[in-house]
């Protein structure tokens, strides 16, 4: 039962991505605004058929590991605020970097 549930999720989160890209490419691409990020959709359509493809490789071939857990990792990173998350720690990433440098640079001098 649960890789039919899973299934049927994976449906409806495909479904959703080729609406919003439809949406994108009939009606906001030809007056170049961009309502949806073209490569974020794609990334999770990638995502939908790996996941879609580990199902088929664990029903066929019943392997001891799955790699579900990448096509997951794929769908939370493509939440919206964890995408939110990801651009904060980015726009602080230098200033943590000058740090580490500080710091490696003390430790190596003394």
Same mark, same amino acid.
């Given at each position: 039962?649960? *890789?039919?549930? #899973?299934?049927? %999720?994976?449906?409806v989160? $495909?479904?959703?991505?080729l609406? #919003? ?5 009939r009606?906001? /691409?030809p007056? /170049? ?6 490569? @974020? %959709? ?6 939908c058929?790996? /996941?879609? !493809? ?7 071939f ?5 790699? !579900? ?5 794929g769908?939370? +990173?493509m ?5 939110? *998350?990801g651009h904060?720690?980015?726009?602080? +990433?230098? #200033?943590?970097?000058?740090? $580490? @440098?500080?710091y @490696?640079?003390? @430790? %190596?001098?003394f």
């Open positions: 039962w649960g *890789l039919l549930i #899973e299934a049927v %999720i994976l449906f989160i $495909a479904r959703k991505l609406l #919003e890209r439809m949406l994108q490419v009606y906001f /691409k007056i /170049k605004v961009g309502y949806h990020s073209l490569p @974020v %959709i794609r990334f999770g359509l990638v995502m058929l790996w /996941k879609l !493809a580990d199902m088929l490789v664990y029903v066929i019943w392997p001891s590991f799955r790699t !579900a857990f990448i096509a997951r990792t769908f939370l +990173i939440l919206p605020s964890v995408r939110r *998350l904060c720690v980015m726009s602080v +990433i230098g #200033e943590f970097v000058s740090i $580490a @440098v500080i @490696v640079g003390t @430790v %190596i001098f």
